[in-house]
């Protein structure tokens, strides 16, 4: 397993924009997924990346929005989040597994999570 460090939660107004971190020794080798899960509501798949940067994949609700990418020297996945809704309120969290997905069952390492915002 790998040990993931999110960042870059916060407060922002809604329209803004926010980056978040994932960082972790040996991300490289990993498929790296973010997820989302609003109080109240169950964890949800927000984009997920392959290991070299190659393959992408959004949920329909922010294609268009956010962006993922990684940076493999730097050990680093980020989600760039723009245009941000009040719906985007939730904590986020990072995942590491053997292949990109979608389903949350298939991801061996999560992060602790970071809370994001968005006010209107």
């Known amino acids: 397993q790998v040990q993931l460090v999110e960042s870059g939660g916060g407060l922002v107004q809604a329209v803004g924009s926010l980056r978040l971190s994932c960082a972790a020794s040996g991300l490289s080798i990993y498929a790296v997924g973010w997820f989302r899960q609003a109080p109240g509501k169950e964890r949800e798949f927000v984009a997920g990346?392959?290991?070299?940067?190659?393959?992408?994949d959004y949920v329909d609700s922010v294609k268009g929005r956010f962006t993922i990418s990684r940076d493999n020297a730097k050990r680093t996945v980020y989600l760039q989040m723009n245009s941000l809704k009040v719906e985007d309120t939730a904590v986020y969290y990072c995942a590491a597994a053997l292949r990109i997905s979608r389903q949350a069952a298939a991801f061996r390492s999560w992060g602790q999570g970071t809370q994001v915002t968005v006010s209107s």
């Open positions: 990346i392959s290991q070299s940067g190659g393959v992408t």
